[in-house]
């Protein structure tokens, strides 16, 4: 949890204040970190999942006004390029680090 705080404009006791409200909308659930049993992960639930699909078009359409608007063609062909690069990084296992 405190990684995703560090990724949005929240403090750590506010995404936790977030994310009880959002669990107890019955939207995610915590379960623990298989690699860190001091951590938690967020994970959707079916109705979580569920409102994401609904939300998305919205979401989009913010997207489309807020960043893909104001890109040349090229400029977009980058930021998906880069984009891309970002998630097959985040895809990959996370290593158990050494001791």
């Known amino acids: 949890m405190g990684e995703l705080a560090e990724s ?3 403090s750590r006791g506010g995404l936790t204040k977030l ?6 909308a019955g939207l995610l659930r915590r379960e623990t970190c298989a690699t860190d049993r001091r951590g938690y992960e967020a994970v959707l639930t079916d109705a979580g999942v569920e409102m994401l699909r609904r939300m998305w078009p919205v979401y989009a359409a913010v997207l489309e006004d807020a960043i ?3 890109l040349a063609n090229e400029d977009a062909e980058q930021l998906a390029e880069m984009l ?3 998630a097959r990084t985040a895809a990959r296992p996370v290593e ?3 001791r």
Do not use: K, S
């Open 8 to 10: 949005v404009t929240l």
């Open 19 to 24: 994310v009880d409200r959002i669990e107890a």
């Open 68 to 70: 893909v608007a104001v």
């Open 84 to 86: 891309d690069r970002v």
């Open 96 to 98: 158990e680090p050494v």
